[in-house]
């Protein structure tokens, strides 16, 4: 028996009746992204795995459990983008846009690998639009980035998203408040999983993260890091809060909120549908101040999200938000007998140069089965060609709609479609 081949798993085929919905996320981020300056960058799908290493932390999920590496012929070792943050920073360093009036503003589209669990908007390739705005330290900066996916959400109708916002301090205040996290936790690891056990050694911000039944009481009662920002970190932060409120963007503070990334510090946020378990953050990011400097370049700060386009897209769906159906043919090209299809092939083609959708029939079909074709399509028009048309030098234009049809000369039948 010869293999079934089956797209791998946590994969998926995005199929043409989903298109609309890709289409219009595509459209409304292209524009609005533009809408606030910011210009599309494209990067390459794999990389130098230490870029990942370096920059998202060698103590994070993605780069010990979720990365794929491989080492390529030349003994390269690379790994598939798990995240487009570090591919953009290396980006900005390589092309020297550090020369450039800075922020400079960039977007993205692009799959994303991850060996997650996969599972209802969890797969192994996503798709992620991102933002960074790099070289400036403002709060006004992080402001932008959040209202910019604020306003994408709002212009494809998505509802009951929550923004949720914190401050995980600098290089000054974070140790004093890990050390105050560790404090806390020194006599509770009993009461822990094994995980945060870990955590509490090697990366203890992660234990505020951990989605265990068990931890979630000890969680709650962990000191929160707004008490322990430095002056400058508790500035940006309200900062960042007044500038949200000009805009009249509503949010949260939530200080258990960490990301999975080392590289954040200061503002982190996530934008996270109701009702639904902590898994299903729809768009998140935050500020990296560090990130440029570890990957060799300047101290230069920036801030940025990403958001994942199948989990806005299954939140559409859930809340049947309505977008364009699928394209269809205007026209189906239909022949009765085998010496009119060539003219059914021309008038096809002619159609097309007008501008007009048209599909031809094909193979040896009879007649009906083509207008089966032509309604499975969803084609407004049928343009028969039969022996009599052949003829004479005319088509047989019936609407599918309610069968109206009538007979009229080639020339005619564009005429009567772009009127
Ligand atoms: P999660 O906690 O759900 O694993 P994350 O913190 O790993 O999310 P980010 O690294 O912030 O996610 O990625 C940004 C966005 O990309 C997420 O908010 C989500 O919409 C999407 N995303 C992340 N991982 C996946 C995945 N495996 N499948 C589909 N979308 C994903
Ligand atoms: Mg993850």
Known sequence: MTKRYKAPRGTTDVLPEDQPYWDRVWEASARICGLF??????????????????????????????????????GQQLALRPEGTAPVCRAYLEHGMHNLPQPVRLWYWCPIFRYDRPQAGRYRQHTQLGCEAIGEADASVDAEVIELLFRLYEDL?????????????????RPRYLEALRGYYADKLEQVCNDCKERYQRNPLRLLDCKQERCQPVIAAAPPFTDHLCDACADHFSRLRAYLEEVEIEYVVNPRLVRGLDYYTRAVFEFQPQAEGAQSTVGAGGRYDGLIEQLGGRPTPGTGFATGIERIILNLKRQEVAVDAPVRPRVFVAFQTAEARSQAFRLASGLRREGIAAVVAAGERSLKAQMRHADSLGADYAAIIGKRELEHGTATLRRLSDGHQETLPLADVATIMTH
């Open 37 to 74: 300056g910011y210009r599309r960058i494209e990067t390459p799908v794999f990389e130098d795995a230490s870029l990942f290493s370096r920059g998202v932390g060698e103590v994070t999920d993605i780069v010990q459990k979720e990365m794929y590496v491989f080492e390529d012929r030349g």
């Open 157 to 173: 109708g998505l509802q009951g998203l929550t923004l949720h916002l914190n401050s995980i301090g600098d290089g000054e205040c």
